[in-house]
Every structure is written in C-alpha cells, then in structure tokens.
C-alpha cells in the first residue's frame, strides 16, 4: 500500500467507508469492533448527537487561539493521539507516520505499549514530539520498570497506565475472523511485552496469568516509586475512581471507555465525564476520548470539562487510507473544523468554552 497510490483524504466525513474500502475485512473488524452488542459504542455516538451548542453573536472572530496545554507539554490544538495497538495491521509505516504527523500538526502522540514498531524508533522519528507512552502492566513488575525506563530514556514525558482492561473485553467480530492478536500482529517492544489475556472461561479457556489481571491502586505508588514521569490513568469511568487515582497521585485522568470496546454495559463516556471532573480536584487534569469524530464533539467534551480530547478509530482511518500524509491531512481538517465552530459558536480561546456553550438536548 504505498503512499502515491492510495486515495487522498477528502473530507472527514467520507474517511470510514475509504478505510474499509482498503483495509482487509479482518483487519477491519480488529478497528471497529466494540465489545458484546455494542451498545457502549453506540451510546458514545448518541451522547453527542444528542447535544446542542448555543451560538454567541458578535464576538469579533478574527483571531482564534486554539494552542492548549496537558502537563507540561505545549499543544496546537486541545487534541491527543489516543494509544492505539498494532498499527502495522492499517498501514507498513505504523506508528511512525501517525506520530510525525501528529507531531508536525502540534497535537500529542500517546504510543501504545503494544505498537508494531519500538517505542525508541517510534521516538526517533519525531523528535519533536509531544509524546507521552501508554503502559499496559506487564505479569512482571520488573518487566514494566525496563518499559517504564525505556520510555523515559526515550524522551517521553509522561506515563499513561491503562486500567480499563485486566482482561480483553469480549468482541464478536473478532471472534468471527478468528483473529489471533499475538500471533497474527506481533509488537515492536521486545518478546517479553504482553498484551491483556483473554479471561478464564469460554472457547480460548487458557487463562495465562500474564496481564494486569491482579493489579490494584498500590501499582500507582510502585510506578511512582521508579519513575519522575507524571502518571496519567486512562479509562476511568467514575467518580469514585477518579478520587482513588488523585489520592495515589495520578497527575491526570483520562475520562474512557476505550471507544466501547471494553465493557458492553458502560455507559458513554461522555456521560461519565462530569462525574469525573467534579470528583477531582483542579490540579488533576481531566481528558476525554471515546466517540471523538468532529469538532462539534471536541467543543461539547470541552465544555463539559476536559482539557483535551483524543482521536482514536479516526486517525487509524486516515492511516489506511493515506498513510502519514492521510494524518496529517485530517488533523488538519479537525483543526480548521474546530476553528470554524469556535468562529461560529463566537468563541475565540479555549478558555471561553465551558457549560454556557451548551444548549437542550436533542431526544
Ligand atoms: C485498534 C485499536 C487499538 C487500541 N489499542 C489500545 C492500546 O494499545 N492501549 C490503550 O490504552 N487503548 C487502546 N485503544 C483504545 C483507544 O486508546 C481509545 O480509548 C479509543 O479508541 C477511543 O475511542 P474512539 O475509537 O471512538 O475514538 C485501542 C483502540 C483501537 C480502535
């Protein structure tokens, strides 16, 4: 699939049905599948269909400010690439042409303990950054720590530890390919490095003690304790959650429901979102992903409180479809997007979007 003879991003609008024109079905099935009947996907769509915004008349839109802020690393926009697995599946240049592009469009990169390509080479080919790793915890706590100090020798700023899956969520159509992620799409970080097991029962009934399956709260502390990277948790649904993360020194939250592909009863996460930014003080910062598609959606998850929102299926669309060209492309269609809608919303800074710009839902 070279670059020169893949489709060009056209429109945001018409990237999912180009990246399932081009991706083989299995592999299309490993993207989109959400968990059990996939009613936690759907509702994350619903939760923003649903939303209205209340246009502000008038407000001289000549200039707009869209450059945002996560920890200490200085963005163009309020978005993130959410950690997504195995990208040599969607595209041969995987990762590394989604992060340069993210990086070129000044938006953050958080990179996947389970990608195709390491996670020094995924470094050094956008030195750039900003980029931030995502750890699954390893069976080995010492197998986590060489992760942990590999990322930080690698010039990472930030750990991001995923708490949604101690075991793999149940997904039908991946079952229906017979798709074996192991053995079907290996990683680039080294033999070791494991990915969440499937849980103990059913057709598959070997249940490798392997993944994070034991872990509790305390592995914030023992993360800490070898580590001067921030510690962001991501997949929180609850306020209660979100409380026991800020009392273990969690430096951020990301509000998720790992885009439904995790637990079929979750609710969207947008709807889990003011619950969280109520239960944390303002010294943790609070981000969001699950159901991102436009900036008609980053603006209602940012008056709603995140900080930031991250792009996941989308950017693995573009991948497919136009490599990191593709990327780059639709980052820059979001970005004008999400000014255009500050423009016409009469919002100029971020800081002017909050629950004001939200208006009576649709149904
Ligand atoms: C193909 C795929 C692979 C993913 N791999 C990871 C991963 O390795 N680590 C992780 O924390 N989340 C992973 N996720 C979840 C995303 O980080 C994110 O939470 C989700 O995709 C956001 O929802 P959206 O796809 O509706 O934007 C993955 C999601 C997809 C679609």
């Not at 992060?99 to 750039?128: K, Y």
């Not at 991001?160 to 017979?178: A, C, I, K, N």
């Not at 074996?180 to 969440?196: C, I, R």
Request: glycine fraction near 8%; include cysteine; charge should be neutral.
């Amino acid at each position: 699939m070279s670059e020169s003879s893949t489709p060009p991003v056209r429109s945001i609008g018409t990237l999912e049905a180009a990246a399932a024109r081009v991706l083989p079905a299995a592999v299309w099935a490993y993207v989109q599948a959400g968990a059990g009947a996939e009613d936690a996907m759907r509702a994350n769509h619903d939760a923003f269909r649903r939303r209205t915004l209340r246009p502000r008349a008038l407000t001289d839109v000549r200039s707009l400010d869209l450059s945002s802020r996560m920890l200490e690393d200085r963005l163009a926009a309020p978005l993130f690439v959410c950690p997504m697995a195995r990208q040599g599946l969607v595209h041969p240049d995987a990762e590394l042409a989604t992060h340069r592009a993210a990086s070129d469009a000044g938006v953050l990169s958080v990179v996947s303990t389970l990608s195709t390509r390491s996670l020094e080479e995924i470094a050094a080919s956008s030195p750039q950054g900003p980029r931030w790793f995502q750890l699954y915890l390893q069976p080995d706590f010492v197998a986590s720590r060489n992760l942990v100090e590999r990322a930080e020798r690698a010039g990472y700023s930030a750990l991001v530890l995923t708490v949604d899956m101690p075991v793999l969520g149940s997904r039908d159509q991946l079952l229906e390919h017979d798709f074996v992620l192991d053995a079907d799409a290996p990683v680039g970080n080294g033999a070791p490095v494991l990915a969440p097991s499937r849980p103990p029962v059913g057709e598959r009934g070997h249940f490798h003690l392997r993944s994070d399956a034991g872990a509790t709260w305390d592995v914030l502390d023992d993360l800490q304790s070898i580590t001067r990277l921030p510690v962001v948790v991501k997949g929180l649904l609850t306020g209660e959650d979100a409380r026991r993360a800020e009392n273990h020194g969690a430096r951020a939250i990301i509000v998720s429901n790992h885009g439904g592909r995790q637990l079929n009863g979750a609710p969207a996460a947008l709807e889990a979102l003011p619950e969280v930014v109520r239960a944390v003080g303002s010294e943790v910062e609070v981000y969001f992903d699950s159901g991102i598609r436009r900036a008609t959606d980053v603006l209602i998850a940012l008056a709603l409180g995140a900080r930031a929102v991250g792009l996941g299926r989308p950017v693995l669309w573009a991948l497919a479809v136009g490599g990191e060209a593709g990327v780059r492309r639709f980052f820059q269609l979001l970005t004008t997007e999400l000014a255009t809608e500050m423009a016409l919303t009469g919002r100029r800074r971020l800081a002017e979007i909050d629950r004001t710009l939200l208006g009576a839902e649709r149904w």
